[in-house]
């Protein structure tokens, strides 16, 4: 998939394009029958297919504007994330616009003409049922319609997305994370919930804690990614699987959030970070690895289960002891996974 930041310079092709626009945060299953629908139109007209798509989101963007933070939502995906799940989706480019002041204030019949037909050349438009654009959220369907019908391209829009009755949508995914229900997620989404990044440098106090033996060998070391995003959908002690580092998935427990038994003035400046204690670190992926470290890594993390959120320990001590009560709850889980598998295979068989 190829990528644009911005429209300047963005290679217009002459047979058009079939574009759908949103903010696809997670890239739930109401986002993924948008976008087979959008490749199916695309492929009876021979064009390529194209996603608009903003960063910041418009909300983080008001939100600031305001100083109202609470106006901003919560995020499911880190750019990259969304970024792949679209190519996982089969789109051909997508064009991340940067929502500011100037995107903000334009006027919905000048995105129309500037942005969709002069720069992408549109053939065919799919938005959602509550599709509104441009200054004051003044654009609508019916005026995309009509403007459609004008410059000469196809206008659509896609209902609700339902899975057992419920409404597919960021804000359902949203209040699933927050209440820490990762089967629903899941469902929700069609796949785990996950996120990626690349492992960072962190106060490597893991290390010095925990007694020797314990995971790879030396305290409960972590594998960290730090984000930008100052709030994430999901956040506590999670039951794990670390896609990336070995030929299958890595069992692990791991710590969403802002650290709040740390020192927030520490490196991780109060960000949020993913710290990821794998309980299983092969011999042979350590060999494999530059100086037996992951930094610089992309790996990718997938949320199984919530043990429980994050919690303010007021000692080293009461820490560790907290920690290592995870990793025990985690390897149960993963126990307990195992034998719930192993019963289904073994009744297939049967």
Sequence with gaps: MKIFRGLPGCPVDPRGCALTIGNFDGVHRGHQAMLALLKNEAQHRGVPTCVMTFEPHPRDYFAAVHHKPDLAPARIATLRDKLEELARCGIDQCVVLPFNERLAAQAPEAFIEESLVRALGVKYVLVGDDFRFGAKRAGDYAMLDAAGSRLGFDVARMQSYE??????????????????????????????????????????????????????????????????HWKPAASGIFAVHVHGLWDQPLPGVANLGVRPSLDPNDVNGG?????????????????????????????????????????KYDSLDALTQGIAKDVADARHFFESLHTQTHRQTTRDRI
């Design 163 to 228: 899975v057992h009755g419920l409404r597919v949508s960021s804000s359902a995914v949203r209040d699933a994370l927050a209440q820490g229900r990762m089967d629903a997620v899941a469902a929700l989404l069609g796949r785990p919930y996950a996120i990626s990044g690349h492992v960072v440098h962190g106060r490597k106090l893991g290390r010095a804690l925990g007694e020797s033996g314990e995971g790879k060998g030396d305290g409960f070391r972590t594998l960290n990614l730090r984000f930008s």
């Design 271 to 311: 960000r949020v970070l993913l710290e990821t204690h794998c309980l299983e670190w092969p011999q042979a992926l350590a060999q494999r690895l530059p100086g037996g470290e992951a930094y610089g890594k992309i790996v990718r993390v997938e949320l199984l289960h919530k043990l429980h959120d994050e919690l």
